[in-house]
């Protein structure tokens, strides 16, 4: 019987929802964090396996204390620090300025608005779960499961030799007393 049950070994639905929901906002954003560099993948799988890592933890924090938007908060604090240790880590140093966005030719209001761009606010959001998101969900809740495993055999391990420690402690006390 479990305080806390292990991890399942499959992402649960509303996590891959999660996932899809807002890969390609965390891919985009990862590329301009590290200037396009091939690292980009890997910090945004970390990220999303982070993310997994507390998953349900996350998710008690938005049904307790109705916080809806916690998954997200933390993905944005896990890749503010996955950044700064992947540019800690770099060679030479890296200047990166944000600059505001390019006012775009589009926008749903103005005289240049089309009738569709324009109604778009008003239509519900059409966004699909596509294959690539799946799969990263899966990867990164995969990665999050080994993470948990090697965590369950460590916490067993410093256990044990606390365990043993306090035996011949106790040991050592018990033989000095006679």
């Known amino acids: 019987m479990y305080l806390v049950p292990p991890m399942d070994d499959e992402p649960p639905p509303d996590y891959v929802t999660?996932?899809?929901l807002h890969v390609n906002d965390l891919r985009r954003e990862t590329l301009r964090l590290?200037?396009?560099?091939?690292?980009a993948a890997h910090l945004y799988m970390d990220v999303l396996a982070d993310v997994a890592?507390?998953?349900?933890?996350?998710?008690?924090?938005?049904r307790l204390l109705g916080h809806p938007h916690a998954a997200a908060d933390y993905m944005?604090?896990?890749?503010?620090?996955?950044t700064k240790q992947w540019r800690d880590e770099q060679i030479y140093e890296i200047d990166?300025?944000?600059l505001p966005p390019p006012a775009s030719y589009y926008s749903r209001s103005g005289p240049r608005a089309s009738l569709a761009l324009r109604k778009a606010g008003l239509l519900p959001d059409t966004h699909r779960s596509g294959v690539e998101a799946t799969a990263d969900a899966g990867i990164a809740w995969v990665q999050a499961y080994r993470r948990q495993l090697?965590?369950?055999?460590?916490r067993l391990i410093v256990g044990g030799i606390l365990l043993?420690?306090?035996?011949?402690q106790f040991m050592t006390s018990i033989s000095t007393d006679y």
Do not use: N, Q
Not at 53 to 62: F, K, V
Not at 164 to 168: D, E, G, L, V
């Open 53 to 62: 890592c507390h998953w349900r933890r996350l998710i008690w924090r938005r």
């Open 34 to 39: 590290v200037g396009g560099d091939h690292e």
């Open 96 to 98: 990166v300025r944000v």
């Open 164 to 168: 043993i420690a306090a035996m011949i």
């Open 150 to 154: 090697w965590h369950r055999a460590g």
């Open 76 to 82: 944005t604090h896990r890749l503010a620090t996955r």
């Open 18 to 20: 999660f996932v899809a």
